[in-house]
């Protein structure tokens, strides 16, 4: 059945939707002109502020500190103001607010390999060209991490493709050799151990 009224209140709750966004960012102290901007325009200048804040409200929510706003509303108002322009036109604290409400910050942190990674893992490498494959704690000892830093990179992919780069091979067979090592020295009497 239709009548007069038909797709009237689809405009009339967007609208109220609208205005619900604004006192939102209002009440963080800004203006209703560059609230507004930041909603319903393509203006980078006024989503740019607004993202700056939102982050802080995040970094807030992420350090368990009080935040003003639950994470469900930052993410709300993050893709209203990427809808509501061009996306090449996205600022940079607009992207950052993003990325960190996706996780993709932490993922990242995550995936980068370290110094002391990579000094182990040139280490390894110079050894498996001699031949050899230095102890855990031999290895733990020169790049100044513990033992178990070492066992859980020797089995990371990320560090398996760092030695392969300078080995010139793939990171497959830098797995496979230190899988078989590991076995070959866990297999010698203690008093035979590298």
Same mark, same amino acid.
């Given at each position: ?30 203006d209703r002109r560059t609230a507004l901007l930041a909603v319903n325009t393509g203006d980078v200048d006024a989503k740019e502020e607004v993202a700056l804040w939102l982050r802080g409200e995040l ?28 996306? %090449?036109?996205?600022?940079?604290? $607009?992207?950052?607010?993003?990325? *960190? &409400? !996706? =996780? +993709?910050?932490?993922?990242?942190? /995550? ?8 000094? %182990?893992?040139?280490?390894?490498? $110079?050894?498996?060209?001699?031949? *050899? &494959? !230095? =102890? +855990?704690?031999?290895?733990?000892? /020169? ?52």
């Amino acid at each position: 059945m239709s009548g007069p009224w038909d797709g009237r209140w689809d405009g009339a709750n967007a609208l109220q939707r609208l205005w619900d966004r604004v006192a939102l960012i209002k009440k963080a102290g800004f203006d209703r002109r560059t609230a507004l901007l930041a909603v319903n325009t393509g203006d980078v200048d006024a989503k740019e502020e607004v993202a700056l804040w939102l982050r802080g409200e995040l970094r807030k929510l992420r350090d368990s500190k009080k935040a003003t706003l639950p994470r469900v509303k930052i993410a709300d108002l993050a893709m209203t103001m990427l809808e509501t322009g061009s996306v %090449a036109q996205t600022g940079e604290n $607009l992207v950052g607010l993003l990325r *960190e &409400l !996706l =996780g +993709v910050d932490i993922h990242r942190k /995550r995936i980068i390999p370290n110094n002391k990674l990579m000094d %182990a893992a040139v280490i390894d490498g $110079l050894a498996l060209q001699d031949g *050899e &494959l !230095l =102890g +855990v704690r031999e290895l733990a000892r /020169r790049v100044e991490v513990s033992p178990r830093a070492i066992v859980d990179w020797r089995n990371s992919p990320i560090y398996h493709r760092e030695i392969a780069k300078g080995l010139g091979t793939s990171p497959r067979n830098v797995a496979n050799v230190l899988r078989l090592n590991s076995r070959l020295s866990r297999s010698r009497p203690s008093g035979e151990r590298k």
